[in-house]
């Protein structure tokens, strides 16, 4: 069986490598090393970024291997080309501060001081590892020096030798940070969320499902301080729900980064309590995660949406049927619509509709990008059908199965409340690492 902590160490390490700390650490050969107080961490090994890549490729197979990650269990290597990369880098953020710092920069507008602000923090932390890099590799060429030089007695190269050691096993996390600092950023990482989930292939079992994945995803929110505001609930006869939306915001920032790779269809495999048989059936969901946009992002014309006002259906008491609070609003030149009943006011209602389809449209001028970039790129949730798995809930083993990356979590609890989610969205993350450091020149 998986050791959990064994894995929440190595989703520790993986978050803080770019810190100087972890470019001393050497962990032990072995993967029972990374547990036990028996077994420390800080020993003279291979470097803590190779054992943690190799741990983990070990232990969560992918179904079909990829050679990104056998980059990843590798040591990193800055090629001559990414060095040209790294010192046009250097140069364009000397340029910027100076240009920043000049005379010039009261002439600026505010938006090319904006934007120039902007590039220039992007570009620090980069030009920060390059310098740490060099530093290190100037060091290693001095002890190198020392260590070869016959004019010292022997206690002093040895004593060189033993420094230089020390000195190259920080090497591959440094060199590691310098190309993740090179890997493109997604600009929406750091924005909030709209999610949407929606019942697929599976009637009453898949209406009752999406609505367990929907309380997964508000605890989750809960357990990581954001805010989870339900935009759209619409219920189903027997429970849960059809269809059902929520923006998720706050908490620092960075929720889209984290929850972009829940999209897909979930598939769950359990004993519907109306089945008398005892068989096992098999329903889905589909979740989908846009990034929430802003005015400036998509401007959306008058002219071109038209809102309708209708009376609230459903539960909700003597207000229902009583008011004309609902709001539907459809944008006329893509034929997207969204209607919101929640809440009783109907601008309030309004509001949330225009936030909605602002994200979606958003995302789908996101996705035509890059479609355009990319012709291999997949539809975001697919069609609902079961066949579409990127994770699976099995009821009666207990366990949940992320296809993507092989990962298999036991506790079924503990996942739907959000407790475990982390697992699968660390190695989604790691995995998309792997993938973008193979295509690095």
Known sequence: MINVRKWHICRSLTRTFTNS???????ASTPA??????????????????????????T???KHQRSSYSSLAGTPSVTPAIEARLRHICDRHAQLVTQLGGQDAANLSHQDMAKLNKEESDLESVVRAVEQWRELKNELASLEA????SNEDEAMRELAREERALAAIKVPALERALLLSLLPRDSADERGVVLEVRAGTGGDEACLFAGELFRMYERYASLQNWKFE????????????????????????????????ESGVH???????????????????????LPQAEDVDIEIKDDDLRIDVYRAGGAGGQHVNTTNSAVRVTHLPTGLSVAIQDERSQHKNKAKALSVLRARLFDAERRRVASAESNARKQLIGSGDRS?????YNFPQGRVTDHRVGVTEHGMDAVLNGEKLDSFIDALRLQRQADLLSTLD
Not at 267 to 289: D, I, K, L, M, Y
């Open 388 to 392: 579409e798995r990127v994770r699976t």
């Open 267 to 289: 598939r769950v495999q359990r004993v519907p309590a109306t089945e008398s048989g005892g068989r096992v059936h098999t329903s889905a969901a589909s979740v989908a995660v």
């Open 146 to 149: 020392l260590a070869e030089d």
């Open 60 to 62: 969560y197979p992918l």
């Open 21 to 27: 700390k972890l470019a001393e650490v050497a962990a």
């Open 33 to 58: 090393s990374l547990v036990g107080p028996s077994n420390p961490l800080f020993r003279t090994a291979p470097s803590a970024l190779t054992s943690l890549a190799s741990w983990y490729t070990n």
């Open 230 to 261: 339900v935009a759209e609930y619409s219920s189903s006869d027997v429970g849960g729900c059809k269809l059902a939306s929520a923006t998720v915001s706050g908490g620092g920032g960075g929720i889209y980064g984290r929850l972009k790779f």
